[in-house]
């Protein structure tokens, strides 16, 4: 039995991840890196919403390590009351210095899925 919900979702993303992707130039990952919080520009305003949409399995989070001091990246499981594994990049000093890593790592999660379904 097919799952057509699934099949048109699919269908959509796959025109979002797209035309999502276009967004993301060298300006928009400048702009981030040097505020990560905001205020941003339409363009990577479309970008981080796409990005915040993503399903919580696999999600990228902060850990502060040592608040104020130490910053990882972990991701989500998915699981309730499953400690999410933390990567084996950073330390980060910073939290802007953490979002704009796990900025880069959804870049570039994003760049590979646009490039698998071409």
């Known amino acids: 039995m097919r799952d057509r919900q699934s099949e048109v979702y699919e269908l959509f993303d796959r025109g979002a991840r797209k035309r999502t992707a276009a967004l993301v130039t060298d300006a928009v990952i400048a702009e981030h890196e040097a505020n990560p919080a905001g205020p941003h520009s339409d363009a990577l305003q479309r970008v981080l919403r796409y990005m915040r949409r993503a399903p919580l399995p696999g999600k990228y989070v902060i850990v502060a390590v ?9 991701t989500l499981t998915g699981v309730h009351g499953e400690a999410p594994p933390v ?6 000093a910073t939290e802007q210095e953490a979002m704009h890593a796990v900025f880069l790592r959804r870049v570039a999660d994003l760049r590979k899925a646009v490039e698998g379904a071409a």
């Open 66 to 74: 040592r608040p104020w001091h130490e910053y990882r990246i972990a």
């Open 87 to 92: 990567l084996d990049d950073g330390p980060w």
